[in-house]
């Protein structure tokens, strides 16, 4: 008799969702006002914008200046 197992199928892991208001900046929530890259629109918090344009930051995504 064949009676072969058919393996099960791997589990597939879950897809990594990032937050739509997750700030990548502070790697938390965001707060308040909003800030969006304008080259691939990640949205950071205007604070961690603010506080990434005066330390010459990058876009964590895309490495485009933080410009508002
Ligand atoms: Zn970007
Ligand atoms: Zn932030």
Same mark, same amino acid.
């Given at each position: 008799m064949n009676d072969k197992k058919i393996p099960s199928p791997p589990v597939l892991p879950p897809k990594i969702k990032i937050k739509?208001?997750?700030?990548?900046?502070?790697?938390g929530e965001i707060e308040g006002e909003t800030y969006t /890259?304008? &080259? $691939?629109g990640t949205k950071y918090c205007l604070k961690c914008a603010k506080k990434a344009r005066s330390e010459a930051?990058? /876009?964590? &995504? $895309?490495?485009q200046l933080v410009m508002m």
């Amino acid at each position: 008799m064949n009676d072969k197992k058919i393996p099960s199928p791997p589990v597939l892991p879950p897809k990594i969702k990032i937050k739509e208001n997750f700030c990548l900046f502070h790697k938390g929530e965001i707060e308040g006002e909003t800030y969006t /890259c304008p &080259k $691939c629109g990640t949205k950071y918090c205007l604070k961690c914008a603010k506080k990434a344009r005066s330390e010459a930051k990058l /876009c964590v &995504k $895309c490495k485009q200046l933080v410009m508002m």
